[in-house]
């Protein structure tokens, strides 16, 4: 007989997508105990997807009524300071899912206060922009990404990830890391992962991938926090606040970005509930 001493609600949601098996999923946990951290770790590990969320609420029964929740990230491996997806998939979950009375809530995370906004298909997330410093070439990162050449190298101070733009949609689309040989790497920065980059076609601004095999995830299908760094990159190229992105891995993801004045950028997606169930602890 299973015991109900510790049961946590679980959703699986695919995020910045609204076709099931597309878009990035998350694992969101509504969680009522502090649990310690190793069971939080184990629990990400055992979702094995690139982040689960886990929500804090005082009891089930209450949830519709608050409008401010602490959030934590768990990679399979590591805690993260920021994920985008996830956060879309919790705010999802609460606004469309759960019908809370609230149509915005406040996050308290480890990048300090998060908003998210209900929108009538999808969810308005407004983050802190980490707008990136333009740096040297990474010469054998490159080689290791399969790359001879970029068109510019920057770096965000802040969440650590390293961004290299590059020279077309093709380039991105044919790249074929070597995982291994860049874990080994020695580099002169702390970084979690790599974003490459590039100008769109007609249908988006610019398209991207993820690669962030240091936290356990070779390639990241659709990344929300990469996108407070790809906004303001792209937004100084294209003179404009408003566009919209498409990360080229293999599920796809679509993003739309608004550069804020207040240093902060919205991040507009959708989602799409594909499983819940319980945990047991």
């Known amino acids: 007989m299973i015991s109900k ?18 878009g990035n999923p998350a694992a969101v946990c509504l969680i009522t105990e502090n649990y310690p951290d190793r069971i939080l770790q184990k629990i990400a590990a055992e979702m ?9 609420i005082p009891n089930i029964d209450a949830i519709r009524e608050l409008s401010r929740f602490r ?11 920021l994920c985008g997806h ?21 996050y308290e995370t480890l990048s300090g206060e ?7 298909d999808g969810v308005i997330l407004d983050f802190p922009m980490n707008e990136p410093e333009i740096i040297e070439s990474l010469p054998k990162l490159l080689d290791a990404l399969g790359l001879k050449t970029a068109e510019a ?45 590039a100008r769109g076609g007609a ?23 990469a996108h407070t760094i790809l906004a303001p990159y792209w937004a100084k190229k294209f003179s404009k ?3 919209k992105g498409y990360q080229m891995s293999e599920r796809g993801g679509e993003i739309t970005v608004k550069v804020l004045e207040n240093n902060r950028v919205e991040i507009i997606g959708k989602s799409t509930l594909v499983l819940k169930g319980e945990f047991y602890v």
């Open 71 to 81: 959030l934590r990230w768990f990679t399979p491996q590591v805690e993260v300071n």
């Open 48 to 56: 094995n997807l690139s982040e689960t969320a886990f929500l804090y």
């Open 241 to 243: 606040k408003e566009m």
């Open 153 to 197: 190298f920057a770096y965000s101070k802040s969440v650590k990830d390293l961004l290299i733009e590059l020279d077309s949609e093709e380039t991105i689309s044919d790249l074929k890391p070597d995982f291994e040989k860049i874990k080994q790497l020695s580099l002169s920065r702390d970084i979690r992962g790599v974003i490459v980059t």
């Open 203 to 225: 249908k988006y601004d610019f398209i991207s991938r993820f690669f962030a095999p240091w936290v356990g995830i070779n390639e990241d299908p659709v990344t929300g926090s």
């Open 5 to 22: 001493t510790h049961v946590i609600p679980i959703y699986q949601i695919d995020a910045f997508t609204d076709e099931p098996f597309k």
């Open 114 to 120: 998060l908003i998210a906004s209900k929108k009538e």
């Open 86 to 106: 996830a956060t879309l998939a919790t705010s999802y979950l609460l606004f469309h899912v759960l019908n809370i009375d609230s149509n915005s809530v406040i």
